[in-house]
């Protein structure tokens, strides 16, 4: 059985993906207790996807959260570097024409410039070797005026919610594993990639360093989970016809809604 570890080499965590890929999403909803539908909603909410618009959803595993962006009638292009989740996900989403299934590395994206309206990325971004390139790659491959969603495991801030959170990755976790997934052995990575992984503000500095405005990043469940989003800046063109609209979206400002 294959497991990543956190070098986060992109044949390990390929390889690792693709051993679960067919129980991937059951497993997912078993160790997240039912939580992963609503993050899911959540997610898809802010990216706010439209009937016409493009969108990128990078490390989309099986293309279920590829079928919840595309219910509103856009295209989204569901890019995974696993071959194994890819052809599961094509198998699964097979009757739905808006979801086109892309091999991909996220730090070398195979599109144009100012191709999407939108790009997210859910429970992937910490096992990207390096995820400040991926960023960049986000950024470049974004429309002026669009944006990015990032969905990431977080760090909850209040000290007692996180030594429970983190006493249930240490031994409920793999419990939940061994009843749910094919590969085990493989989940351990995953309390190892959570645990290494930075606070929201460190990865709200991240998305700016990497060239987005207005970042914002608001809790889900108590901050085990953060929702990041960022925007392109407009061009000129694009900035004229709204001067003086949105000034009270402070640049850089946390989202001040509660927790989900």
Known sequence: ???????????????????????????????????????????????????????????AGTGTSSASLAHSGARVIA?????????????????????EFVQADATQLPFDDDSFDAVTISFGLRNIVDPGAALAEFFRVTKPGGRVVVCEFSRPPASLIR??????????????ARLASSNPVAYAYLMESIRDWPDQHTLAGMIRRAGFERV???NLTAGIVALHRG?????????????????????????????Q
């Open 1 to 59: 059985m294959s497991r990543a570890d956190l070098s986060k080499q992109p044949s390990d965590v390929a390889a690792m993906f693709d051993e679960v890929s067919v129980g991937y999403d059951r497993t997912n909803t078993v160790l997240s207790v039912g939580n992963a539908t609503l993050w899911r909603i959540a997610t898809t909410r802010a990216v706010d996807p439209r009937p016409g618009q493009l969108i990128l959803d990078v490390a």
């Open 79 to 99: 890019a995974d570097f696993s071959p194994g989740m890819i052809a599961v996900g094509r198998q699964r989403q097979a009757g739905n024409p808006n979801i």
């Open 231 to 259: 925007f392109v800046p407009p061009t000129e063109a694009d900035a004229a016809p709204s001067a003086g609209r949105g000034a009270s979206a402070a640049p850089n400002s946390v989202d001040p809604k509660g927790d």
């Open 163 to 176: 030594a429970g959170y983190y006493a249930y990755l240490r031994y409920g976790m793999p419990i939940f």
């Open 216 to 218: 914002a990043y608001r």
